[in-house]
Nanobody
Framework: VQLQASGGGLVQAGGSLRLSCTAS??????????MAWFRQTPGKEREFVAS????????DYIDSVKGRFTISRDNAKNLLSLQMNSVKPEDTAVYYC?????????????????WGQGTQVTVSS
């Protein structure tokens, strides 16, 4: 599966941003992948942000974004989204979408084998 992330930009603290990730696949269908968003800042390891199961029925978040971010997917449109509300300067990072066939919505980036190119999110204080 090929992933293309978009929607990043500059936003003020307290504002909102919506990231999108479109998928195209010549093999497995999008709905057969568990999906996730990760983020990375310079000099740090890639950090798990949120995941969603194949059907969308199960989601998981890191504590720092719970209640502020919402991950969702539209399998009919091959689309993954991350709605970011009440953003904070510490949310500044490059955000990546990722796909895996590993069950359970893993939080380890090494369990994901397909990655989008990343989209920069910058939150100003």
């Amino acid at each position: 599966v090929q992933l293309q992330a978009s929607g990043g930009g500059l936003v003020q603290a307290g504002g909102s941003l919506r990231l999108s990730c479109t998928a195209s696949s010549s093999g497995r269908a999008f709905r057969q992948y568990n999906m996730a968003w990760f983020r990375q800042t310079p000099g740090k390891e890639r950090e798990f942000v949120a995941s969603i199961s194949r059907s969308g029925g199960r989601t998981d978040y890191i504590d720092s974004v719970k209640g502020r971010f919402t991950i969702s997917r539209d399998n009919a449109k091959n689309l993954l989204s991350l709605q970011m509300n009440s953003v904070k300067p510490e949310d500044t990072a490059v955000y990546y979408c990722a796909a895996t066939t590993v069950v359970g919505g893993p939080t380890d980036s090494e369990q994901y084998f397909h990655w989008g190119q990343g989209t920069q999110v910058t939150v100003s204080s």
